[in-house]
């Protein structure tokens, strides 16, 4: 990316079923789903969308084996996505172990998302 011009942090939590992607999925829509950029295609080489670029970081703190990245990218609807996956989010205790909720143990996880837009 040579023009970086947004930057939007977001955190997403699963906290039953110990699923990263999930988590991953609500950090990148608490992310964008707050904002618009009506003015990014005056800035976009040929006013395209298809010319934007997106870069996710995304901050894990376990299961990144799990990740499902394609189906993080669905919560992307224009721009070319890369991603950028690290160590970091947190595991913490949700309280309660719910077998009906898919839980193997108690921890939530908690994904940290840096969406990164430019051109």
Partial sequence: MDKMMFVEIGMGIDLH?????????????NAIHHNSMPGIRSV???GDLANMKVNVRLAVPADREKLDLERVRE?????????????GGML????????????????????????????
Avoid at 17 to 29: E, F, L
Avoid at 75 to 87: H, I, K, S
Avoid at 98 to 113: E, F, G, H, P
């Fill in 44 to 46: 976009l080489p040929g």
């Fill in 92 to 119: 913490t205790s949700s309280g309660i172990l719910l077998t009906d909720k898919d839980d193997v143990n108690d921890l939530a996880y908690v994904v940290i998302a840096s969406v990164e837009v430019g051109y």
């Fill in 17 to 29: 079923g110990q699923n990263v992607t999930k988590a991953a999925v609500r950090a990148v829509q």
């Fill in 75 to 87: 919560e992307l609807p224009y721009g070319q996505v890369t991603f950028e996956v690290v160590d």
